[in-house]
Nanobody, 120 residues
Framework: QVQLVESGGGLVQPGGSLRLSCAGS????????MCWYRQAPGKERVLVAV????????DYVDSVKGRFTISRDNVKNTVYLQMNSLKPEDTAVYYC?????????????WGQGTQVTVSS
């Protein structure tokens, strides 16, 4: 059974930091690109960060560049999102995604999400 379980969300003041974790099981974790998405209330889910299978390449949405860092540990089957200098506009449910292939051959899995709230 495939599982992606996120943790680490919570309430933080503006300027603070949080570290999200996502543990995968039931699939070949190291064979999948790993992504973090977020969905704010009333808005569409958007891609925040992606890391390739070996962890040698990452990319970020412009609004988080320089503040967020995605990393992975293929021994622990876990992907992380270090979030620094948090802003109220970072408030959202954050979802972990594992993806392999593209188009009709895409295989992907989703976690249940973890709430991040940035507020004073």
């Amino acid at each position: 059974q495939v599982q992606l379980v996120e943790s680490g969300g919570g309430l933080v003041q503006p300027g603070g930091s949080l570290r999200l974790s996502c543990a995968g099981s039931g699939f070949s974790f190291s064979s999948y690109d790993m992504c973090w998405y977020r969905q704010a209330p009333g808005k569409e889910r958007v891609l925040v960060a992606v890391i390739t299978t070996a962890g040698d390449s990452t990319d970020y949405v412009d609004s988080v560049k320089g503040r967020f860092t995605i990393s992975r540990d293929n021994v622990k089957n876990t992907v992380y999102l270090q979030m620094n200098s948090l802003k109220p506009e970072d408030t959202a449910v954050y979802y972990c995604n594992a993806a392999r292939g593209a188009g009709a051959e895409l295989i992907d899995y989703w976690g249940q999400g973890t709430q991040v709230t940035v507020s004073s």
